[in-house]
């Protein structure tokens, strides 16, 4: 049996409103919407095995060759891909951390190392991470970071990826919330970086998961051949690469969700700190909480879903994350905390 280790399991709860998984509050674009139901007619036709439309729109939007663009059925088929490539002996993760990095390299390395972020530094990463570097093959870790919406400070990600450069270290860096914040990507610093391979996703910034549709960027062409070499052959359904053409054409919707999850997660912030919640600065569409109330039982009682975090590496009960919803659901979130 497949143990649940993620958010989203709303097929075996009854669930309401779902604040364990961190999708854009404002939905699905509906040009998004609309250019999926006119995929649907051609669903008896294979779908574009190299993507190549989608990888043009995509190259233009961020700036970047085309050959720097690897596309898959969702992040995480990305990463497994990218392990089975560079099968690294050593692997660092910074800890907490999403669950799918130890998952993905739990069978192709022979050393995963987990390094643990410290609660007084609000489980940020730190200039220490430097130090733990020799030896080490690859490391993987988000900006933000998920589960606490932490963001790397960018002079400690640039000391980061220099002396990773110098020691032939592969970083794989997830970018998958960035979008919902205003942190800077590291997008126009991959030709600096050979050894950076920088994973993203359409299904959090377009509340897309169902579609399956993600992506890495990296300079080293070489490299990239080899990773997609490990993905399988028609691995972006059609479907997918037309709602991908489109999102790149949503000039103004990331700006917008950046706004609205800001105001959003300011709200949800203040009012969970009344009532004696733990909350932690993070700059994503989700916050980090601490309480001694068991909120995740109660809450799901009530037909509210929140992620409980307690199975987290370096984590214990009493750590949740909760999305940032739409103010009406938010609303409806904090009324039932008060009943608690």
Known sequence: ????????????????????????????????????????????????????????????????????????????????????????????????????????????????TFYPMKEEDGYRLTEEFLNILNGVDCIIFANPNN???????KGLLIDILDACNKKNIKVILDECFIEFTDEESMIGLIDNYPNLIIARSFTKIYAIPSVRLGYAICSDESLNDSIRKHLPEWNVSG?????????????????????????????????????GIKVYDSVANYLFLYSEKPLYDLLLKQGIMIRDCSNYRELKEGYFRVAVKTHEDNIKLIDELKRL
Do not use: W
């Open 1 to 112: 049996m497949i143990k649940n280790i993620h958010g989203g399991n709303v097929y075996t709860n009854k669930v309401n409103i779902d604040y364990s998984v961190n999708v854009n509050p404002m939905g699905v674009p509906i040009s998004v919407k609309q250019a999926m139901m006119e995929a649907i007619k051609n669903v008896d036709v294979y779908p574009d095995i190299r993507c190549e439309q989608l990888t043009e729109a995509c190259a233009k939007k961020m700036g970047v060759k085309k050959e720097n663009l690897i596309f898959g059925n969702g992040s995480s088929e990305i990463f497994m891909a990218i392990a089975n490539t560079l099968r690294p002996k050593k692997v660092v993760i910074p800890v907490p951390s999403f669950y799918g990095y130890e998952y993905t390299f739990s069978n192709v390395s022979e050393d995963i």
């Open 147 to 153: 589960p606490t919406g932490a963001p790397i400070d």
């Open 239 to 275: 479907i997918a690469q037309i709602a991908g053409i489109e999102c790149t054409k949503c000039k103004d919707f990331i700006t917008e969700t950046t706004e609205y999850v800001k105001k959003e997660r300011d709200y949800l912030q203040g009012e969970l700190s009344k009532l």
